[in-house]
């Protein structure tokens, strides 16, 4: 289903850009609120979060202008991490949530993500509606006068999160003893993060947690994983955990300093999930995930799935399939019984009850091993470029030499202005090969 706005998550691009400036953002409002207000479910209510970036302050009073414009009613969150929105959004049985942000990109870029009643991304078929909404005239989806919405600041965002959060462990579950770095990017989960680490009683050594606008994700963070593995080393910690500008995704690191993707905290969880009976159906993975993961299900009797990329994706094929884990090796994680998105903080609450007893985080993770891997992001000015039949010749002949050997993925990103070259195979050799053959073509 080809979108005109709406890529694998939200919409995203550079501040001031044809889609992601104060004008567009008023027409999402309105025609998000329209849609939703045409729905006559609950109380026509949308609760917004953002992460932490500059041009928060610009498009936040445009998409509330364009929300109570349709007659919405609006609670505005501030900062806050993209999973603790949908919660919220389900708790408050509001019609709608909004999360500003651009997730892992740097400040320049921001964007939106929409989730519904439920606390789920919108699907395909309903972002489709809303997009035919954005190009009405905007007169046809004015409220009059005394129909308009309101708005109001909500200041316990953070804590009602953290309350959530903490209602899917024991009430005796604590930290206490344990010495955890925690890496929040400048983003969302700047204040939650630490808060929750420190109201469970370890001791945190706080990275990313001086937002300033402008220094998200900037050398920090889950897409900078060195950064924790150097601190967790130099204070000697049990455990790292670094989060992305909007805090749905996780990448951690032992106390040994290796650090931990999505696909080995995935298969950690799956594990222990199958031997406490709470693992249903199955894991689903995406197009991404490592190969070696997949052979490690299968000596397990673990049922997997793969998805196309993008979290929304994966909550829907487990969703279908009545699975209640699944996730990309970037770090989003979705466990199905507790949440309905990617939450690196409730993750990391997984994961720390799992060793809470005195097991090294060394022993609890890396489960298999990866099949050689190689991922490159390609900055292009047009993604369409995968299209030029030059391009598509030097994938078709990659994919041959590669056939039984491994596999070739290449792709448009759905997020960013890159292509996604990506290749698995045993023979580096060859892996290489194929992966420069395509390389050539597109830089």
Do not use: W
């Given at each position: 289903m080809v979108k005109k706005y709406f890529g694998t998550d939200g919409i995203r691009g550079p501040i001031n850009s044809k889609n992601i400036n104060g004008d567009m953002f008023f027409k999402f409002g309105l025609a998000s609120g329209t849609y939703f207000k045409s729905q006559k479910k609950i109380k026509q209510t949308a609760i917004i979060a953002k992460d932490t970036r500059l041009s928060g302050y610009t498009l936040e009073p445009a998409l509330v202008s364009g929300l109570t414009s349709a007659g919405m009613h609006v609670y505005t969150l501030g900062p806050l991490p993209t999973n603790g929105l949908a919660m919220i959004t389900k708790l408050m049985r509001a019609n709608m949530g909004i999360m500003i942000t651009a997730s892992h990109n740097k400040h320049q870029d921001n964007g939106l993500k929409l989730f519904g009643p439920d606390g789920m991304k919108l699907s395909d078929k309903i972002e489709k509606k809303i997009e035919s909404l954005i190009d009405k005239k905007v007169t046809l989806n004015l409220s009059s006068p005394d129909k308009l919405g309101r708005v109001k600041r909500l200041e316990t965002g953070t804590?009602?999160?953290?309350?959530?959060?903490?209602?899917?462990?024991?009430?005796?579950?604590?930290?206490?003893?344990?010495?955890?770095?925690?890496?929040?990017?400048?983003?969302?989960?700047?204040?939650?993060?630490?808060?929750?680490?420190?109201?469970?009683?370890?001791?945190?050594?706080?990275?990313?947690?001086?937002?300033?606008?402008?220094?998200?994700?900037?050398?920090?963070?889950?897409?900078?994983?060195?950064?924790?593995?150097?601190?967790?080393?130099?204070?000697?910690?049990?455990?790292?955990i670094s989060l992305d500008g909007d805090a749905d995704r996780i990448i951690m690191c032992d106390e040994t300093g290796s650090i931990i993707d999505g696909d080995q905290i995935i298969a950690s969880l799956a594990i222990r999930w199958k031997n406490k009976k709470m693992l249903k159906g199955g894991v689903v993975g995406t197009l991404m995930t490592n190969y070696g993961l997949e052979k490690f299900f299968k000596t397990?009797?673990?049922?997997?799935?793969?998805?196309?990329?993008?979290?929304?994706?994966?909550?829907?094929?487990?969703?279908?399939?009545?699975?209640?884990?699944?996730?990309?090796?970037?770090?989003?994680?979705?466990?199905?019984?507790?949440?309905?998105?990617?939450?690196?903080?409730?993750?990391?609450?997984?994961?720390?009850?799992?060793?809470?007893?005195?097991?090294?985080?060394?022993?609890?993770?890396?489960?298999?091993?990866?099949?050689?891997?190689?991922?490159?992001?390609?900055?292009?000015?047009?993604?369409?470029?995968?299209?030029?039949?030059?391009?598509?010749?030097?994938?078709?002949?990659?994919?041959?030499?590669?056939?039984?050997?491994?596999?070739?993925?290449?792709?448009?990103?759905?997020?960013?202005?890159?292509?996604?070259?990506?290749?698995?195979?045993?023979?580096?050799?060859?892996?290489?090969?194929?992966i420069d053959l395509i390389l050539k073509k597109i830089t």
């Open positions: 804590n009602d999160y953290l309350k959530i959060l903490k209602k899917n462990f024991p009430k005796e579950f604590n930290l206490r003893g344990l010495r955890i770095v925690i890496d929040c990017a400048n983003g969302a989960g700047y204040k939650a993060g630490p808060e929750l680490l420190k109201s469970l009683g370890a001791k945190v050594i706080s990275i990313g947690v001086n937002p300033n606008g402008l220094n998200i994700n900037e050398k920090c963070g889950s897409t900078h994983p060195g950064k924790i593995k150097f601190a967790v080393k130099k204070h000697k910690a049990h455990l790292g397990k009797n673990v049922a997997f799935l793969r998805a196309n990329v993008g979290d929304r994706y994966v909550k829907e094929k487990m969703k279908k399939n009545n699975f209640n884990l699944g996730g990309e090796q970037s770090g989003h994680i979705i466990l199905g019984n507790f949440a309905t998105t990617g939450d690196g903080l409730l993750v990391a609450l997984e994961v720390l009850f799992a060793i809470r007893k005195g097991k090294k985080a060394s022993v609890f993770f890396n489960r298999f091993k990866k099949t050689p891997q190689i991922l490159k992001n390609i900055e292009v000015k047009n993604r369409d470029i995968i299209n030029r039949p030059d391009i598509k010749k030097s994938i078709k002949i990659a994919q041959k030499l590669m056939k039984n050997h491994g596999r070739i993925l290449v792709r448009k990103s759905g997020t960013e202005s890159k292509i996604r070259v990506m290749g698995e195979s045993e023979n580096k050799v060859l892996l290489k090969k194929c």
